[in-house]
């Protein structure tokens, strides 16, 4: 789990702690993952319309991204998992939403899911975000919160039609 601590002044000048912290949505002083979960939705509706190959290519390259960045911002830090770093509720978001359907609904049940999972961290999540650290640790709790969240959209789209 984030550990609260002050947001650092270097989020406003510094590239990769600026991309760390959501472009600047992990800034808030109360629920930073979900405003940096909600920072998440405009930039889903410029890439929604990715062939489903090219999205997972996206995913794939934004995680690894997302492991460099927040683990050398929570290196600078000296604070493993910062609460303002949410680049890794941004890609959690991306895992949740590849091949939703389109349109407003599915994008906010796949916040709601996502939020529910990524809070809630049921076993293995819980797990991933106790015992493994680094930037990689940072990103593979919010990895497997959007994975979870993936399947029970998917659940659900298969529900609704």
């Given at each position: 789990?984030?550990?609260?601590?002050?947001?650092?002044?270097?989020?406003?000048?510094?590239?990769?702690?600026?991309?760390?912290?959501?472009?600047?949505?992990?800034?808030?002083?109360?629920?930073?993952?979900?405003?940096?979960?909600?920072?998440?939705?405009?930039?889903?509706?410029?890439?929604?319309d990715l062939s489903v190959s090219n999205y997972f290519l996206l995913l794939i390259v934004t995680a690894l991204v997302g492991i460099l960045i927040c683990g050398k911002t929570s290196h600078d830090l000296g604070v493993h998992d910062h609460s303002g770093i949410v680049w890794d509720e941004f890609v959690g978001y991306w895992i949740t939403m590849w091949m939703a359907p389109e349109g407003w609904t599915y994008i906010i049940l796949g916040f709601i899911l996502f939020r529910f999972f990524d809070i809630w961290k049921p076993w293995p999540i819980s797990l991933a975000d106790k015992h493994v650290h680094g930037g990689f640790g940072i990103m593979f709790d919010d990895i497997l919160a959007g994975i979870f969240a993936f399947f029970a959209l998917q659940g659900l789209v298969q529900l609704i039609g």
């Open positions: 789990m984030a550990e609260k601590h002050p947001v650092p002044d270097s989020v406003w000048r510094n590239p990769i702690h600026f991309l760390a912290f959501g472009c600047g949505s992990g800034t808030v002083d109360k629920a930073p993952g979900t405003f940096g979960t909600l920072a998440a939705i405009p930039l889903y509706l410029l890439i929604q």
